[in-house]
């Protein structure tokens, strides 16, 4: 509608200065030639990833050696390759066919501007309501992605589908506000990988891993996360075996995952990248019970689950006899 291009054609050379076969709309790829067209200092590579596409919401949680290589690959080419690597198309993230708008925004927009405008916050996939208005987002019916990888606009005579007329439930509102700020946040280059040590001390703490470290009760886990969820969030998510591969610092979950195990852990974001003191609690459970220190006393202390302590005590006396 501005450029006057009757193709997606003409203007992918406009942007980047040639055909680009493939353009991923939730992410900015070769970026150089982007930013070669425009006024020098007029806005960096950095800046477009950071408040323009959804690439923090998924790098929020890698390692910084990561992210620096798919940066790289975003600014200077090799789309396949950084799209891939960023995880959006993968299975196990929630697919999302249509682009989607909050009706309250829509209003809004048309008030303010005269025209409504894609929000990138409502195309990410994990999210259902704006968490602005705390409503639902409405199917526009236009594709997200179609055959020719062309993004239609956002029009001010389109058609929302009808939202549930319940109103969500107070918890999906808080999980979809922790959703919302790990888009959000400025783009951080600090090791994201912290996470599965607050978790491993979380579990601890809260009695669902042994103090060694050598049990988790992913069962019992799994079953109060389905009763603390139910029924906003999938019972695949937080099924015995994902909950196996979100825990495991062998694995790389989709965002969603780590951010409904912080949500009900009781973590924030910022909590999620703040390394935990390292704290021997076998160690310290034992110093503590051979000078005759109370279990619920150690609880306290190590602010860990008392039956915790009372499982190693017992375990304890067990192996004196």
């Known amino acids: 509608i501005r450029s006057g291009n009757l193709s997606g054609k003409h203007s992918s050379i406009d942007i980047f200065g040639f055909h680009k076969q493939k353009v991923s709309v939730e992410l900015a790829t070769d970026l150089k030639y982007v930013l070669s067209g425009l006024p020098v200092g007029c806005i960096s590579a950095e800046t477009i990833l950071s408040e323009h596409t959804l690439f923090p919401y998924y790098s929020r949680f890698w390692r910084t050696e990561r992210k620096t290589e798919v940066v790289a690959a975003l600014i200077n080419g090799g789309d396949d390759a950084a799209v891939h690597r960023v995880g959006i198309y993968q299975s196990a993230v929630a697919t999302q066919v249509n682009c989607r708008y909050c009706p309250q925004c829509f209003d809004e927009d048309l008030t303010t501007y005269g025209e409504p405008y894609w929000h990138r916050l409502h195309q990410l996939a994990d999210l259902r309501l704006c ?19 062309i993004l239609s606009p956002a029009l001010p005579d389109m058609a929302l589908a009808d939202t549930p007329q319940e109103p969500p439930a107070v918890q999906e509102i808080a999980l979809s506000a922790l959703y919302a700020e790990t ?28 103090p060694t470290g050598k ?56 909590g999620l990248f703040t390394k935990p003191k390292e704290i021997d609690v076998v160690k310290e459970i034992n110093s503590r019970l051979a000078v005759g220190e109370s279990q619920r006393s150690i609880g306290r202390r190590l602010n860990i689950d008392p039956a915790t302590v009372r499982r190693w005590a017992n375990k304890r006396t067990v192996e004196r006899r």
Not at 232 to 247: A, G, K
């Open 215 to 270: 049990n988790t009760r992913t069962k019992a886990l799994s079953e109060a996360m389905r009763d603390f969820y139910d029924p906003f969030v999938s019972d695949n998510d937080i099924s015995s075996s994902r909950l196996n591969s979100t825990l495991s610092a062998s694995k790389n979950p989709a965002p969603r995952y780590i951010l409904q195990a912080a949500f009900f852990f009781g973590i924030s974001l910022d």
């Open 131 to 149: 968490v602005r208005h705390r409503c639902w987002l409405a199917d526009t019916g236009i594709p997200l992605r179609d055959s020719n990888k």
């Open 183 to 210: 888009l959000t946040l400025p783009l951080s280059k600090r090791n994201g990988r912290v996470y599965i040590d607050v978790f491993d001390a979380e579990l601890k703490r809260q009695g669902w891993r042994s």
